[in-house]
């Protein structure tokens, strides 16, 4: 392990390997990062702000438990500023600090990766000249090629939230937006600047159009192996969700998947509604056929997918929760390889690959996923268990983002699988979506967002996320509706959202 010691991002005060200093060529910061990367390819290289009050971890080797792992943890300062937000509205801008957390935000106060990882994007990103730049920059594009990027707490003993402030200019904000997001983007921050922080950064947002773009840019971690030991306290038992209406021929189909699976569920909780008081269940199947696995069958009158989900977690025993839909195919070993790879891997939630029939998988690598899907991931039972899917969201849409920010904020990462595939036949009929009248129908004026939607904008996101959010719904909407006029369209929509909030307050 090499510790680099900094002054300000700038200048080394020392570099140590195993306690010995090690002579460098170039004293600048960023030019002896890549010499010991270089030098050191084996090595695990922890930068640290000598002017942040710090105290290291006594062992760091369980933070960084195999290669593909970049983490850092804001005392003082992020390199970007929360800005942002204004173009980023996924989950990863905005951490939670007191836990373990998915973000490419990266600090420059204290922070890790592998040398020969590094090296990876040295092509790529080696004319940059700062540092707090390039450790986001390796972290942005190496989320989307397999690198595990955290905000890590238990980098340092002691964690309280402190002020954070930015490092970055406003031009080296609008060059990162330049060259890590789609160029359009940089039409909306600057709009931000004018309309929200009183600013007119002309020149920084004309130069960033010239720089090169990385977005989307593919880099080869594949020869990185990701070998772990088994997690001793853990075991395989896997209980499953199926919240179902409607539908039980696709439902038979899905237990006798489950029936032919490798790896067995110890328990299937399936939550049969029908609002109709009168009805009888649909399922004579669980009780005229004998399965492998018990079987817990609720028949309620009460509707809703998120209420269907929170009644059948309270007989949730298993090691792990198989969350899934009643109109899924599974291949045979599709619960032994989950197991193994959530093992391997050292991952507590498990988004797989969800494909329709004559679908072909559309993100091909491993990686840090911003959705949850409440019908294709399997979690870790103590983390799940800590989560209720929001009533608030019952017919809408919206609970499955809500669910997966709540695992977030309890240090539960959400990974995407591309090898862990199941088919969803998107049934026509039934589904535990019912068709039910909206609560805001009755309105002349249609809410805009969607009021569920709002809900979790309020809730979740920065004040810069929520102000980027509505800018880029205000532009990306326009080509799709017939009024031309664009003092008429903005009146027209901030009624809109002006409603959608209005409604947003009544969900309970």
């Not at 990863?92 to 990882?117: C, H, L, Q």
């Not at 940059?128 to 730049?133: K, L």
């Not at 609008?174 to 060259?179: D, M």
């Not at 695992?407 to 979506?433: N, Q, W």
């Amino acid at each position: 392990m090499i510790y680099l010691k900094h002054i300000n991002t700038k200048t080394v005060s020392s570099v140590l390997k195993d306690g010995e200093q090690i002579q460098v060529l170039n004293s600048e910061l960023i030019f002896c990062f890549w010499e010991i990367c270089e030098r050191f390819p084996e090595e695990l290289v922890i930068w640290i702000d000598v002017e942040v009050d710090l105290e290291l971890s006594d062992d760091l080797h369980h933070i960084f438990k195999h290669d593909l792992i970049m983490a850092s943890y804001p005392l003082n300062s992020f390199f970007l500023p929360d800005s942002i937000g204004y173009v980023d509205q996924f989950p990863f801008v905005n951490p939670e600090f007191r836990v373990k957390y998915p973000t490419w935000r990266m600090s420059t106060d204290v922070g890790g990766i592998k040398a020969k990882t590094a090296l990876k994007f040295k092509s790529i990103f080696q004319s940059i000249e700062d540092f707090g730049y390039l450790i986001n920059s390796i972290a942005k594009l190496g989320q989307q090629n397999s690198l595990f990027c955290y905000n890590e707490p238990d980098l340092v003993k002691a964690n309280s939230k402190n002020f954070y402030q930015s490092q970055a200019s406003i031009s080296q904000l609008f060059n990162f937006v330049a060259q890590h997001y789609k160029k359009e983007w940089l039409v909306v921050l600057f709009f931000c600047y004018i309309k929200y922080e009183k600013q007119l950064p002309l020149w920084s947002f004309i130069k960033s159009y010239f720089k090169r773009s990385w977005f989307h840019r593919e880099i080869d971690l594949s020869d990185f192996k990701v070998i772990l030991k088994r997690t001793k306290d853990l075991g395989d038992t896997i209980d499953v969700i199926i919240p179902t209406i409607g539908r039980p021929e696709y439902l038979r189909k899905v237990l006798l998947d489950l029936k032919a699976q490798t790896h067995l569920p110890s328990k299937v909780i399936i939550v049969e509604q029908n609002p109709d008081l009168n009805s009888k269940s649909q399922l004579d199947f669980i009780d005229n056929e004998v399965w492998p696995f018990e079987i817990v069958h609720h028949f309620i009158h009460t509707i809703g997918a998120c209420n269907a989900r929170n009644l059948a977690m309270r007989a949730i025993t298993g090691d792990w929760v198989f969350f899934a839909d009643d109109d899924i195919r599974l291949f045979e070993n599709i619960l032994k390889k989950s197991l193994e790879e959530l093992h391997r891997l050292d991952i507590c939630a498990l988004n797989l690959n969800c494909i329709q029939p004559g679908e072909n998988t559309f993100f091909e690598k491993i990686k840090q996923w911003a959705a949850f899907g409440s019908g294709t991931s399997i979690v870790r039972s103590s983390y799940a268990l800590k989560c209720r899917f929001s009533e608030a969201l019952e017919f809408g849409f919206g609970e499955d983002i809500d669910f997966g920010l709540q695992l977030r904020s309890h240090g539960c990462d959400i990974v995407y699988h591309p090898e862990v595939k199941i088919t969803h036949l998107k049934a026509e009929r039934g589904g535990f979506r019912y068709t039910l009248k909206e609560r805001w129908d009755n309105s002349k004026l249609e809410p805009k967002p969607s009021p569920t939607m709002m809900w979790l904008v309020k809730k979740y996101y920065s004040i810069e996320m929520i102000r980027g959010y509505k800018v880029s719904l205000f532009l990306k909407y326009y080509k799709k509706q017939k009024i031309r006029n664009p003092i008429e369209y903005i009146q027209m929509m901030r009624s809109r959202w002006a409603l959608s909030e209005k409604l947003s307050n009544k969900l309970p």
